[in-house]
């Protein structure tokens, strides 16, 4: 007994230190970030388009970036869920859940899941050459909708595994077709769904090897699919590779808008979240 509760003990030990580790690196990340780029925030790096020299300290603001960015990930997200949700239920209602054929699907989305950003851009790059196409806001989106598709799958997968059997039955037996069975599913795991999506937004607003390869960067806010969008994450890349200190403040300036957006996606979809969860059937 005595063994088992010295044992217990540095566990919690770890676990504790685990919480502090992580809590400690992202108060260092918001530190350097609020302390490096609140001089350069405005209301105008908010609400104005570069200016010419901007990226040598001159006037002008990003929002651009802010724009491109909420174009991608909004587009993206919602080509993602029209593509996921089919695949989920496919799986988990037409399929056997232990069936070789739904195995081998969550094996390739696994793989996909692992695959750097980097791989989708250069792969994205390849196609929109060999089919002639330029960088484009359509290139950022499909790209983008490629690499948070197993994002999804996966995320929507593992709850409509855990599903009741019995609440599906219970379907069945009152004659239901497996499109009712979908519908009656779906309000289970809408939960899923919104954590699903508020992964696939995460990754997808941060990622800047996969647009730019395909997005491209432009100092205009695209007005249509076939012009270049610039993005939050490539705004701050460039910025940070510049020699002037005033540019350099404005990246970390941009990096706090990101995390802004991240945080405040964050919440509404935890919300989200615990509003959907009201209706789950245990």
Do not use: C
Not at 39 to 57: E, H, K, N, V
Not at 73 to 92: D, E, K
Not at 172 to 197: C, D, F, H, M, N
């Amino acid at each position: 007994m005595k063994s088992k509760f010295i044992v217990e003990k540095i566990f919690l030990g770890l676990m504790i230190i685990s919480v502090i580790l992580v809590f400690g690196f992202l108060g260092s990340i918001l530190i350097t970030i609020v302390r490096n780029g609140w001089p350069a925030m405005s209301w105008d790096m908010i609400t104005q388009l570069p200016g010419g020299g901007f990226y040598i300290g001159k006037e002008g603001g990003v929002l651009n970036a802010i724009v491109g960015s909420l174009y991608i990930v909004g587009a993206s997200t919602v080509l993602g869920l029209l593509i996921s949700i089919p695949i989920v239920f496919y799986i988990n209602i037409y399929l056997k859940s232990d069936s070789k054929l739904a195995s081998l699907s969550r094996l390739s989305f696994d793989v996909l899941y692992g695959i750097p950003s980097i791989v989708y851009g250069a792969f994205g790059f390849a196609i929109m050459i060999s089919l002639g196409l330029r960088t484009s806001l359509l290139g950022g989106i499909i790209v983008i909708t490629l690499l948070i598709i197993p994002i999804f799958v996966r995320s929507m997968d593992e709850v409509a595994r855990q599903l009741p059997r019995h609440l599906l039955d219970a379907t069945y037996s009152l004659g239901a077709t497996r499109y009712e069975v979908i519908k009656v599913a779906i309000r289970q795991i809408l939960p899923g769904i919104a954590t699903a999506t508020l992964l696939s937004i995460g990754r997808a607003i941060g990622d800047a090897a996969g647009v730019m390869f395909t997005a491209g960067f432009t100092d205009s806010i695209p007005t249509s699919l076939d012009q270049p969008a610039a993005t939050l994450p490539l705004a701050i890349f460039f910025q940070l590779s510049s020699p002037i200190p005033d540019v350099r403040e404005r990246a970390y300036a941009a990096a706090m808008l990101l995390t802004l957006i991240v945080l405040v996606l964050s919440i509404v979809g935890r919300m989200i979240t615990h509003r959907f969860s009201k209706n789950k059937i245990k």
